[in-house]
C-alpha cells in the first residue's frame, strides 16, 4: 500500500471479513494492527506513508532491544 489511508481501509475491510467468518485470532490481530495505525495518524497528521510492521512495534514498544538506536 502507498499511504496508511489505504493500508487503515484495507483492514478495515479484512476485519469486518475475519469477524464475519468468526476468525478469533486474525480479528485479534487485525484490532491491534488498526490501533496502531490510527495511533500512528493521529500522532503524525501530515505524515501519509504507510508505516511499516517495525515502525508501528516500535512506536508502541520503544524499549524492546529490536528498537534501541545506539550512537557510537
Not at 490481530?29 to 490510527?38: D, I, K, S
Not at 506513508?49 to 517495525?54: E, I, K, M, R
Request: charged fraction near 35%; glycine fraction near 2%; charge should be negative.
Amino acid at each position: 500500500m502507498k499511504t496508511i489511508d489505504e493500508h487503515i481501509q484495507k483492514d478495515q475491510e479484512e476485519f469486518l471479513k475475519a469477524l464475519s467468518e468468526h476468525n478469533d485470532g486474525k480479528v485479534r490481530h487485525l484490532t491491534e494492527e488498526l490501533q496502531w495505525l490510527l495511533d500512528h495518524k493521529k500522532q503524525f497528521p501530515n505524515d501519509s506513508h504507510d508505516p511499516s510492521p517495525l515502525e508501528l512495534f516500535c512506536e508502541q514498544n520503544p524499549d524492546e532491544p529490536e528498537c534501541l538506536v545506539y550512537d557510537d
